[in-house]
């Protein structure tokens, strides 16, 4: 079983999703992903032959050209008269574009064609046998051995046109000049050139099964059974409305898949007579999905190639006289039904895939200006079946702000000297929404540069102070320098910073218990412009377990001059004790004027309580009491704080 250097489609679809090519083409949904990703995810390719004029100078031809198919034929670019217009003087411009082309957008190609009496010079034309023989060989070498080792050039039309309508040979100055012996020798020479190249003979009018086709079947089984290398047979299909419908087309590939080669549809197009209406349209539709489905329903059909995609560059009205708009693109690059229908031709019927794709790598921006950045990220990976459709772009706030069909994508429009924070997503065929990438933060330059800090925050008041933790608030910052205020950062006594926030307010955690705290707060703008430090603010947090126990004590009733704490509630920790300690904190001037359950020493504004003989011992968890009464100046209103145990 020979390799072909046919890469796989899974290869495919992940080099679809490492290019960093053309961006920006939507694709919202599954059901308006592009052709490719439908074919992609049916095991086949879609492809379109193309010109090299329009490639260079038209960006729309070139980005459906690009976002769309998975697979190139050059119309002309590769035929003898363009690669070797004169004996042995080889010119691969135009055929190296297209390769050139499809690899960028990872796209496989097919070479059309080598030997053909179309579009071949008259040098060759005139030649004696044993100089024609040689000219081909010659040039089957050069031209198929130039892309041998390019990935992208995976099959060959070695010959073409080869019979009449009735079947019997053409009468072309091959076959006049050197029997029919030129087909077996052209297979063999492409063969020695590229080992690896899928080799295909390729006509029209053999779409149904009649009189052509059937040669061309004999003779293809006739070559096989003699060891020539016939991988392939390529149906042209260019078909037009008023001949009707090869209605047996999926019999007649059926039938040479089962001599072992692998069928294709090569260069489809659907003329029709006059001008367009609608009903032309619909019946040009359904002409198109009838040659997909056929495709679809044979497993060794490898794909369909539509002969050009815009009806702006078609040979059909050059050719046809009457007859036009063949393809599925109308001359200002607007989808036709036709388009729709080979969409949904491949679209229809593929499982569900309810898989997402992979999660793709954190963004990292390039080429920032002050308005844009390129954001570049490791491409995702899909195996639901749908195949991966593109990615989403997002900004901190959740708001999508870009979509790109590869791994890149051009943000436009952003505003100077501003920090953005970004993340992607990669969608696939069915809609399938990865998790979120890691966020990137980058900022825009130029513009006027802000170098003006916000102004200082107020000082911070701390509350719902907890053994671990408290809420910070302050009155809020103001920022005039343009970039705008962006949060703040809060920092410790040591001048570490200890949180940041989008808001004058934060919630820290994870504190000590029993600890003081002195913090305060700068602001920060978009250019990263930092405030004055605020006043700062020392608050204490409570008596946590850190002692194995901890205590609370609640304020029963207070006068102008006292109060009385009752209960002060003691829990103990895990471990079991015998013994329990709380000191709590009294303001100055106050004294304990009675207590009970527990015995109290005053040192400076430290109490410290010592369990009764009675209620020193604590399972597990237990809890006592005790209280006491304080007498306090006339005017004052705090009370003790500051409980702990131990
Ligand atoms: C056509 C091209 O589309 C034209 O641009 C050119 O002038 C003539 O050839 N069968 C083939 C193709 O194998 O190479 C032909 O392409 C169309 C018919």
């Known amino acids: ?19 960093a090519a053309t961006v920006l083409v939507a694709t919202p949904a599954s059901a308006s992903a592009a052709l490719r990703v439908h074919a992609q995810a049916r095991g086949k390719f879609i492809g379109t032959a193309l010109a090299t004029s329009p490639l260079a100078n038209e960006t729309a031809y070139r980005n459906i050209a690009g ?19 004169n004996d042995n003087q080889y010119t691969f411009s135009g055929a190296d574009q297209i390769v050139n082309f499809a690899t960028a957008n990872n796209q496989q190609v097919h070479g059309h064609t080598l030997v053909w009496h179309q579009q071949t010079p008259g040098w060759v034309q005139g030649l004696s046998a044993t100089n024609m023989r040689n000219a081909m060989n010659d040039h089957i070498a050069t031209v198929v051995g130039r892309y041998a080792n390019n990935p992208t050039v995976v099959s060959w039309d070695v010959v073409n046109e080869v019979f009449e309508e009735n079947g019997s040979f053409r009468s072309s100055f091959w076959y006049n000049t050197l029997g029919s012996g030129f087909i077996a020798d052209a297979f063999r020479a492409a063969r020695a050139a590229d080992p690896d190249a899928r080799l295909c003979i390729n006509d029209y009018n053999v779409e149904g099964i009649n009189a052509k086709s059937t040669a061309m079947y004999n003779l293809v089984s006739q070559l096989r059974s003699q060891g020539v290398p016939v991988d392939c047979v390529g149906f042209q299909s260019h078909l037009s409305t008023q001949y009707g419908f090869p209605n047996d087309l999926q019999q007649n ?3 040479f898949a089962n001599l072992g080669v692998q069928v294709r549809i090569t260069e489809l197009d659907v003329r029709i007579q006059g001008s367009r209406t609608s009903a032309k349209d619909t019946q040009q539709a359904t002409y198109y999905s009838n040659v997909v489905n056929a495709c679809l329903a044979v497993t060794a059909c490898a794909g369909v190639t539509i002969w050009g995609f815009t009806d702006k560059y078609s040979w059909v009205p050059d050719t046809f006289p009457g007859e036009g708009f063949a393809l599925i693109y109308d001359n200002n690059y607007s989808q036709k039904p036709a388009y729709t229908a080979v969409h949904n031709a491949l679209d229809n019927g593929s499982t569900t895939d309810t898989t997402p794709p992979s999660t793709p790598g954190a963004p990292t921006a390039s080429g920032v200006t002050s308005s844009g950045a390129t954001l570049s990220w490791t491409a995702s990976t899909d195996s639901g079946g749908s195949g991966l459709a593109g990615y989403n772009v997002y900004n901190s706030s959740g708001t999508q702000i870009a979509t790109s069909t590869t791994n890149s994508v051009t943000l436009t429009g952003l505003s100077a000297n501003t920090a953005y924070t970004v993340y992607v997503r990669a969608r696939d065929g069915a809609g399938n929404l990865s998790s979120n990438s890691t966020s990137t933060t980058f900022t825009t330059t130029g513009g006027t540069s802000d170098t003006t800090a916000p102004t200082t925050p107020g000082t911070p008041t701390a509350s719902n102070i907890t053994s671990s933790g408290a809420t910070l608030s302050w009155t809020a910052s103001t920022d005039s320098g343009g970039s705008g205020l962006a949060g703040y950062n809060v920092y410790n006594s040591g001048g570490t910073q200890i949180a940041t ?24 703008d978009g250019a990263g412009n930092l405030s004055s430090n605020s006043p700062s603010v020392t ?21 102008g001059g006292g109060y009385v704490v009752q209960p002060v509630t003691v829990t103990n920790g895990s471990s079991a004790r015998t013994s329990w300690t709380v000191t709590f904190t009294l303001p100055s001037g106050h004294t304990i004027v009675g207590s009970w359950n527990a015995t109290l020493t005053v040192s400076g504004n430290t109490v410290t309580a010592r369990n009764a003989a009675y209620n020193g011992n604590l399972g597990s968890g237990a809890s006592t009491t005790f209280g006491f009464q304080v007498a306090r100046p006339n005017s004052d209103t705090s009370t003790a704080s500051g409980y702990t145990c131990a």
């Open 67 to 85: 976002s769309e198919f998975n697979q190139i034929t050059a119309e002309n670019a590769m035929k003898w008269s363009d690669t070797e217009p």
């Open 501 to 524: 926030s989008t808001t004058n307010s934060v919630a820290l955690t994870g504190l000590s218990a029993s600890t003081d705290y002195t913090v305060y707060v700068r602001a920060r």
């Open 253 to 255: 590939l059926q039938r």
């Open 1 to 19: 079983m020979r390799t072909f250097k046919w890469r796989s489609l899974a290869a495919a679809a992940c080099a679809l999703a490492t290019a």
């Open 539 to 559: 608050f204490t947090t409570t008596g946590g377990t850190s002692g194995g126990c901890s205590a609370t004590g609640t304020v029963q009733t207070q006068w």
